[in-house]
Structure formats: C-alpha cells, structure tokens
C-alpha cells in the first residue's frame, strides 16, 4: 500500500512562477525529507524536518512539515530553469527505513 | 570529501546471468541502503545494514537477490540469475546511523538492463 501520497505528479511552470509540491502520510512520522533528482543521477539532498511545525528555507526553497507531522510542502519561489527535476519525499516511519513518494516531475520554462 | 561510490554505473546482461553492484558508503558511516527505482513501483528500500549487520531485508524481493556488506566500507548487492523484470536502476545510500533519524546520502546510481 502506498504510505506516502506526493502531488502533483508534474508541473509546468514557466521561469519566475512560484510553486508548492505536497507530501501527505497516513501515519506520524518521525522525519520528512525531501530530495532532487536529476535525469540518470542520484538524490541530492535538500532538507529534513523534525518537529511539528518546523519550517526550513535554503535559497529560494522553503519546507514545512505540519503540526501533526503527517503532511510537508516544498515551496520554490520565483522558479528558474535550474530547479528542474524530479522532487521526491521520504518520510521516516522508524528512525532509519525510508519510504519515498513517487516523485514530482517540475518542468521550468524559460 | 568523496560520496557514496557505486560501479558500475551501467550493466547490461542476459537473463539467467549473475549480476553483482558494488558500493563504497561514505567514510564514518554506520549504515548503508540499497534501494530499487522503477517508473512503476517508485524507489524502493531492499535492505539496510546497521555496523555491517544486516538490519532489515524484508524489501528484498526474492531468494535471488542476496546483499553482503564484509566490512565498514563495502558491501555488495547480487542478482542470481537476473531476470528481465530485474530492470532498474539501483541506488546505494549511507547515513551516519546514529539511533535517530539521520540524513541519508545517495550514490549516483546502476543502471541495470537485462535482456
């Protein structure tokens, strides 16, 4: 069964549009990540949230993972060509086994 | 600092043959991940270790897949015999593996075909 749910699957936007991509669980979790992928890379790693309520922001990315700790959001503003990608979520559901999302594929047009 | 080193990058083989990934986590890393990405299933965990232990295998699909980890920096996943629907690209991960939730770190990836 799918434990992490990710929306949109994809997104088009065009350079300087602001977006948000959703991740939502059935269950509390002990930890929200979010990575990028590129086409034929690995995962690069973008931020981990912990606590209820907790907001991080690294350049133009802002994350935020609910009180409840059962729903995160990834927010881009002012998008450029460079954010393209696939952004998927893990969340923790014990302190080292990851479960992954299935990804959002963001397109950014210049 | 180096990441996490995988090889090789791309394997092309025929079915029944045997096929083995290699990875080298990150140095001080206590815990390692093989994952599985396909379009239709996602990213996938098979196995993690814990101090070379073996922690959890219960992703690892069936009795041909089998992983080793013989020492703190290496550990290999083997396929015997591989089967088409074993096409995927296969991701090795390290983390600190301190008791908490730790940031895991991915590799770059093999891309595995069998015909």
């Known amino acids: 069964s799918q434990e992490l749910e990710q929306s949109p699957q994809s997104l088009i936007v065009q350079e300087g549009k602001n977006l948000t991509i959703n991740c939502t669980s059935s269950?509390?979790?002990?930890?929200l990540y979010w990575y990028k992928q590129k086409y034929g890379e690995g995962l690069i790693f973008l931020m981990m949230?912990?606590?209820?309520?907790e907001e991080k922001s690294h350049e133009k990315i802002t994350a935020k993972l609910d009180e409840k700790k059962q729903q995160s959001s990834l927010h881009i503003t002012a998008s450029q060509p460079s954010h393209a990608g696939i952004y998927l979520c893990g969340a923790a559901l014990t302190f080292e086994k990851l479960v992954f999302g299935k990804g959002t594929k963001l397109t950014v047009n210049p | 600092d180096a990441g996490v080193i995988q090889s090789p990058r791309h394997e092309v083989t025929e079915m029944g043959q045997e096929v083995t990934l290699r990875c080298k986590p990150i140095?001080?890393?206590?815990?390692l991940f093989w994952y599985r990405q396909t379009m239709m299933r996602g990213l996938e965990l098979l196995i993690y270790?814990?101090?070379?232990?073996?922690?959890?295998d219960s992703g690892m699909p069936e009795d041909r897949f089998s992983a080793k980890m013989p020492n703190a920096s290496f550990s290999t996943l083997k396929i015997q015999p591989s089967e088409p629907r074993d096409s995927a690209v296969y991701f090795c991960?390290?983390?600190?593996?301190?008791?908490?939730?730790?940031?895991?770190?991915f590799g770059p990836g093999t891309r595995l075909t069998v015909l």
């Open positions: 270790f814990n101090n070379n232990v073996p922690i959890d």
């Open positions: 949230l912990q606590k209820g309520g």
């Open positions: 140095s001080g890393h206590n815990s």
């Open positions: 991960a390290s983390s600190l593996g301190g008791g908490h939730p730790d940031t895991q770190y």
């Open positions: 269950k509390t979790l002990y930890g």
